[in-house]
């Protein structure tokens, strides 16, 4: 009996479930389009964002050719272990460079070392290509393609024999020969521009080192860490050396590839959960909204079908059952329509633009079954908080309220008379109406101008970050034509100094891993200048150039002395337990140091040493500006070089004695490199007083500056980043102190406005010129041999657009999808809102038809409440919304140098307009056209 009045119970609420549902279609329809926009709205957002970082990140990993982002330098047993344990580092490898590796006389590749871990984590998914497997046996080895290629090698297998001459130390070669256990190809090259051969830990045994006692340890860290807080607690937690006490401990880190993927695209994670929260809370709204509106005149009949003995949890089960109906299709709906666009449609959009930069990456990987999975779960879910919420205020409403209820907000007496008394024309009485109207349920009102500012807000937010953070402002930043001296012959065969040819123009094209003996190897004497003084004058003459936009740097190439305690924050190897005492009166840390190859000086124009002035006294650094504003000290710029406790160092080192010394002429160099050793060693004394007499004034070291530091600067440099050299700034002041003349060093010419094709051509033709002067200025190597002088290059922004066009194109087309989507769900909202409180109204929009009010009134009353919710919006936009992006721009600015605030003035008309449309629209659809209304009217 129980079972059956269940059973009839049960078939009496599907039967009211469906009645409600036939009579509520609209909102039912609603929902179901809510659930579809909130599912692929969602699922195309975030997709299309995940897929570009994936594709930013696979692209940055295989041109590094690790996943590494921490390199420390001679690590220990103990240390690994820590690192290994640490949260934050999701795989720890050692690693272990050998030497060169030359197969008949001509050098193919360079040697590494790595653990398991290293290869099958940190390296392996880098290359693009791995076959074999990594050599396990002592005579095994595995060789990148491209050394096989230069061997002649194009079918390679397994086990073949391959004899090379290894370079195992600097005074040592081992002629061994090797069994190929595995090949690779990978977009990445080492030290030297030359690609990496690994042979085994065995092998590595037998040559004397061991991987557990000293080794470079790489670790991949945490994605949601930058390279400054990565650093600092690794320098917290990992302890000192324990086999050298003494050697300070060495740690050099970088953004992680994915980390540096999220800043470009939106600024960080947290930029990242603040956008994907408000997106949450505005599809929220929109399910709310439609609930809200269409429920409002359900409450009689609910009050109704309580008072006839019906249960709130019945009543429950109705309305549940009638979004079920609705929700189940459109999420079915909203998965298939997102997996047709991201795995078929938008791919195949972005093939041809966007991928085309990649290379390699062949595709872009927009799906994710997990992304969608949690949008279908979180649909359900915001649907049913949603609707639970209106459902629940509905039964919970007593039988008296809800027959008595009509929704209307209270009014006070004394306003009921003051408008009983209050004149209006029929303009005004329509702008009274359309308020009242708008304002009569508050918590709807403010529910739906917060939904509608959180959809307007997000998309111009997003639209102020993508058009800043855009890539064209990356080569935008750059000169028309930069213009430096070409690394020397002996260097460039080495492989330094071409990397600006392959980089990515958002990179800093000067950055180098060969050190100034590379750069100026046979051209190391004292007239060398990389940019000679008329060239300097023929390209700042060019009619085409814009003087007051250009920038010429000036300094020149010297050789440096300074104590050891000076320069000891520099030395990776400095151990305090190292500083003794030998001899009578001998102080370790007063010991002169002269540099072995010439170093860089820099001249700081006008410009930059006031904005370093403002820079060091705000961030309270140990630099003595007013030695060097005088000219009587020079700074130490490094590119992030110093540890924790070499920092340390760096501040006891200002005010250490510094000098530098000339190079020889062109003349003296080659008659010194003509004579025999024995007649070197007999003129030794005489040479060295004649060089104390090529010395400049005494000088004082004024500081350590890092140019990697959050807030320096932007210091445009010439070649720099190799740790084997020293790289100074001074003024001009201190310049005149030198013993040499000013040399050019790097030049930045700008067009003036619309001739910047015609300055590159000038540019080009001057430097070939230049070029080939040159080619006839035999000197001589350090062999003897005859080489020619170093050459100028140059990079045309021209050149740059041309080469980075695809990759923007693309890039504006997967941001704009999203925008586009982003804008289509507020304009859903916006549209929701004017569509459900019209149908929810219908039939008090009746009786206003039969007490009189014309069809053309009606529709300018419902024109009025459309254009209050546009006021009230862009009221709010424009106050708490600058704010907000003002905010943003600052945020963004912050993380990427480059970014571009620009205030979308177009944008916000176009939402403006749109609503306003929309509005019109929307009426237009309800109520018939108007030439029909106008007909209607005059009857």
């Excluded at 290359?127 to 074999?132: A, I, R």
Aim: hydrophobic share 40%; proline share 2%; charged share 25%.
């Amino acid at each position: 009996m129980r079972r059956e009045k269940q059973s009839r119970s049960l078939s009496e609420i599907r039967m009211l479930a469906k009645a409600y549902a036939k009579e509520n279609k609209g909102r039912n329809y609603l929902l179901f389009l809510a659930a579809v926009i909130f599912v692929v709205a969602f699922t195309l957002i975030f997709g299309i964002a995940d897929g570009k970082i994936k594709a930013e990140y696979e692209k940055a990993m295989r041109d590094a050719g690790t996943e590494a982002t921490v390199c420390i330098q001679d690590a220990d047993q103990t240390q690994y272990h820590v690192a290994e344990s640490l949260s934050y580092v999701k795989a720890a490898g050692r690693s272990a460079g050998i030497g060169g590796a030359d197969w008949n006389e001509t050098p193919v590749c360079g040697i590494r070392v790595l653990d398991q871990t290293a290869w099958e984590e940190i390296i392996a998914p880098a290359c693009l290509e791995v076959f074999g497997k990594y050599p396990r046996g002592k005579q095994e080895i595995m060789m990148p393609v491209e050394a096989l290629e230069r061997m002649g090698i194009t079918q390679p297998k397994q086990g073949m024999e391959i004899s090379l001459t290894v370079d195992v130390s600097l005074f040592r070669s081992e002629q061994d020969t090797f069994h190929l256990s595995g090949w690779y190809t990978s977009a990445a090259k080492d030290v030297g521009n030359r690609s990496v051969g690994y042979i085994s830990e065995v092998k590595y045994r037998e040559w004397g080192y061991d991987l557990e006692e000293k080794a470079e340890l790489w670790l991949k860290t945490s994605k949601y860490m930058g390279w400054r807080k990565t650093e600092e607690r690794l320098y917290q937690d990992l302890p000192v050396n324990q086999t050298e006490p003494g050697v300070m401990l060495e740690i050099k880190a970088q953004n992680p590839y994915a980390y540096s993927a999220v800043n470009e695209l939106i600024g960080g994670y947290e930029l990242a959960v603040l956008g994907a929260l408000v997106i949450v809370t505005g599809l929220f709204f929109l399910i709310y909204n439609v609930m809200q509106i269409s429920m409002a005149g359900d409450i009689r009949q609910m009050g109704l079908l309580h008072t006839l003995g019906m249960t709130k949890r019945q009543i429950r089960s109705v309305y549940f059952q009638q979004i079920f109906k609705a929700l189940i299709p459109g999420v079915l709906a909203g998965t298939a329509l997102s997996i047709f666009l991201l795995k078929v449609c938008i791919p195949r959009f972005l093939e041809k633009s966007y991928l085309a930069h990649y290379g390699e990456v062949d595709r872009i990987d927009l799906f994710s079954p997990f992304l969608l999975l949690f949008a279908v779960l979180l649909a359900a879910a915001v649907t049913l908080i949603a609707s639970g919420i209106v459902i629940h205020k509905v039964v919970r409403m007593s039988c008296v309220d809800s027959l008595v209820y009509t929704h209307s907000k209270k009014v006070r007496l004394g306003e009921k008379r003051k408008r009983k008394w209050k004149k209006r024309g029929v303009a005004g009485e329509l702008v009274y109406m359309a308020w009242r109207d708008i304002t009569r349920y508050q918590s709807r009102f403010w529910m739906t101008v917060l939904s509608l500012f959180l959809g307007m807000q997000t998309f111009l937010c997003a639209i102020v970050i993508i058009n800043g953070a855009d890539y064209i402002h990356v080569i935008e930043n750059r000169p028309d034509v930069l213009i430096a001296g070409e690394f020397s012959e002996g260097g460039q065969k080495l492989g330094y100094g071409i990397e600006y040819r392959s980089r990515d123009a958002g990179e800093d094209p000067m950055e180098t891993k060969g050190d100034h003996f590379e750069l100026l190897y046979s051209n190391d004497y004292d007239e060398f200048s990389p940019i000679s003084s008329k060239l300097k004058e023929e390209l700042l003459n060019l009619p085409e150039v814009d003087k007051e936009k250009s920038y010429v740097m000036e300094g020149a190439y010297l050789l440096s002395t300074t104590s050891r305690k000076g320069v000891s924050p520099m030395d990776d190897h400095y151990s305090k337990n190292q500083k003794e005492k030998e001899g009578t009166g001998y102080d370790f840390d007063s010991a002169m140091v002269e540099s072995v190859a010439a170093d860089v000086i820099q001249i700081l124009t006008q410009e930059e040493l006031k904005s370093l002035k403002s820079y060091v006294e705000k961030q309270d650094l140990p630099i003595d500006l007013r030695a060097l504003e005088e000219g009587k000290g020079a700074i130490i710029l490094h590119d992030h070089r110093l540890s924790k406790e070499q920092e340390e160092l760096a501040k006891e080192s200002v005010g250490e004695p510094l000098y530098f010394t000339a190079m020889w002429s062109k003349e003296e160099r080659e008659k010194w490199l003509a004579k025999t050793q024995e007649e070197r060693e007999q003129e030794g004394e005489a040479e060295e007083s004649r060089r104390r007499g090529m010395a400049s004034e005494p000088l004082n070291l004024a500081g350590y500056l890092d140019n990697r530091a959050e807030g320096v600067p932007p210091l445009r440099q010439t070649w720099h980043g190799s740790e084997g050299s020293m790289y100074y700034l001074m003024s001009e002041k201190g310049a005149e102190k030198l013993p040499t003349k000013k040399k050019t060093l790097y030049m930045e010419l700008n067009a003036k406005e619309g001739q910047e094709e015609e300055l590159e051509a000038q540019v080009q033709e001057l430097l070939e010129e230049e070029n080939q002067r040159k080619e006839q200025n035999v000197v001589l190597g350090m062999d003897g041999t005859e080489t020619k002088e170093a050459g100028v290059f140059c990079i045309c922004k021209s050149e740059l657009l041309a080469k980075a066009s695809s990759y923007i194109e693309g890039n504006r087309l997967v941001l704009g999808c999203i925008s586009l989507l982003l804008l289509a769900a507020g304009f859903t909202n916006y549209c929701n809102v004017c569509m459900t409180g019209i149908l929810e109204r219908r039939k008090e929009l009746k009786t206003m038809r039969s007490l009189g009010m014309t069809k053309r009134q009606m529709w300018k009353m419902l024109m009025l409440e459309g254009g209050f919710y546009v006021l009230i919006v862009i009221g709010l936009i424009l106050s708490v919304g600058n704010v907000v992006l003002a905010l943003i721009c600052r945020y963004m600015e912050g993380k990427l140098s480059y970014f571009t605030a620009e205030y979308p003035y177009r944008w916000l008309i176009f939402l403006c307009a749109g609503m306003l449309l929309l509005s019109e629209g929307i009426l237009f659809f309800l109520f018939g056209r108007k030439k029909q209304i106008a007909k209607e009217d005059l009857h």
